[in-house]
């Protein structure tokens, strides 16, 4: 159980363009998720805590206007990344725990490239 | 200092050897503790819980020693395909805090 599925798993875009990330709890509900960013070689960064029915939690320095995030459903939260820049290009990748657990289980990830 | 610290390595290890690492946590009050694995360009992957008991999975034994606030992860017999960054992961207030992960290369 606890599997958790992303989408895409790859994409480029232009600089400048808009892109979503889906990430969707598939066999256990969801009211909370985390997305996160890593570069290549370096450790996982948290990014921002999405919470169903209300606004996502970000952390220090990331732009809650640039990397906007909803969590739809109880197995469904979206991270867009707007006006996308060469230097967002990145693996995100989101999680979900179980409720009331600590053990996050991981989609995935989403491979972007921004050109 | 860093809420979890760990030995980025890498850490080279011959087959069949037994390997092992620690990861520091600040927090005295931190409830949860995890390892978990995670391959190039993969996502992470729980590997095991750390429980106040230990914890054993066949070839890995991870153990908590709460006094000096810290986990450890032991990996016997080593193999090719335990090559691969192993992070630990620390709870409390229900969030994890990730460490940077250790490289461990197992070479033939």
């Known amino acids: 159980g606890a599997v958790v599925s992303q989408h895409p798993s790859w994409v480029i875009c232009k600089s400048g363009t808009s892109v979503k990330i889906e990430c969707r709890s598939l066999?256990?509900?969801?009211?909370?998720m985390f997305w996160y960013r890593q570069f290549p070689k370096q450790s996982l960064m948290l990014m921002a805590t999405?919470?169903?029915?209300?606004?996502?939690?970000?952390e220090q320095g990331v732009e809650k206007d640039k990397f906007l995030i909803n969590h739809a459903s109880l197995t469904l939260s979206t991270l867009t990344v707007t006006s996308a820049h060469p230097e967002d290009s990145s693996f995100y990748i989101c999680?979900?725990?179980?409720?009331?657990?600590?053990?996050?289980?991981f989609g995935p990830g989403t491979r972007l490239t921004v050109t | 200092r860093k809420e979890v610290e760990q030995d980025p390595g890498p850490f080279n290890v011959p087959e069949g050897a037994t390997v092992a690492f620690n990861c520091t946590y600040s927090?005295?009050?931190?409830?949860?503790f995890f390892w978990y694995r995670q391959d190039c360009r993969k996502e992470p992957k729980l590997l095991m819980s750390?429980?106040?008991?230990?914890n054993e999975d066949g070839r890995f034994t991870a153990q908590l020693n709460r006094a000096s606030q810290y986990i450890s992860l032991l990996i016997r017999d080593s193999k090719l395909s335990d090559s691969a960054t192993y992070l630990c992961?620390?709870?409390?207030?229900?969030?994890?805090?990730w460490g940077a992960g250790t490289k461990l290369i197992i070479k033939p």
């Open positions: 999680s979900a725990p179980l409720t009331g657990n600590y053990e996050q289980y």
């Open positions: 066999d256990f509900q969801a009211t909370t």
């Open positions: 999405s919470n169903e029915g209300s606004k996502a939690t970000y």
């Open positions: 927090n005295s009050a931190s409830q949860s």
């Open positions: 750390v429980y106040s008991s230990g």
């Open positions: 992961a620390v709870g409390s207030n229900y969030q994890l805090i």
